[in-house]
Nanobody, 125 residues
Framework: QLIQSGGGLAQAGGSLKLTCADS????????MGWYRQAPGKEREVVAA????????SYADSVKGRFTVSRDNAAYTMYLQMNSLKPEDTAVYYC????????????????????WGQGTQVTVSS
């Protein structure tokens, strides 16, 4: 079970941090990712991180502004969002899947098995 927190309202140029907490069982062997879905648009990958935390991947639209990280000891993944833009407004979801490779990054939404409940991020101009 993935429980999300954080998000909310921010002004353009501001920052927000999202947290995704796992129940604990098997967290360290799950590749994880962040997705978002804006009204009228398809869900898109924002960032992904390997089991080890050493490998990451970002959508071009957030590179240099967002940082994904994880703390396997705390069973938690984070998404630090800086320099926010109005186009970042969306519902954000975290996702997880068991993966045999410690350094693999998963970016396909169809591969993920577990999803958080979603959290709204709204950026005003």
């Amino acid at each position: 079970q993935l429980i999300q927190s954080g998000g909310g309202l921010a002004q353009a140029g501001g920052s927000l941090k999202l947290t995704c907490a796992d129940s604990g069982a098997g967290f360290s062997i799950r590749a994880m990712g962040w997705y978002r879905q804006a009204p009228g648009k398809e869900r898109e990958v924002v960032a992904a991180i390997s089991r080890s935390g050493r490998q990451t991947s970002y959508a071009d639209s957030v590179k240099g502004r967002f940082t994904v990280s994880r703390d396997n000891a705390a069973y938690t993944m984070y998404l630090q969002m800086n320099s926010l833009k109005p186009e970042d407004t969306a519902v954000y979801y975290c996702a997880a899947v068991f993966h045999p490779e410690a350094e693999a990054v998963v970016t396909s939404s169809q591969t993920y098995h577990y999803w958080g409940q979603g959290t709204q991020v709204t950026v005003s101009s």
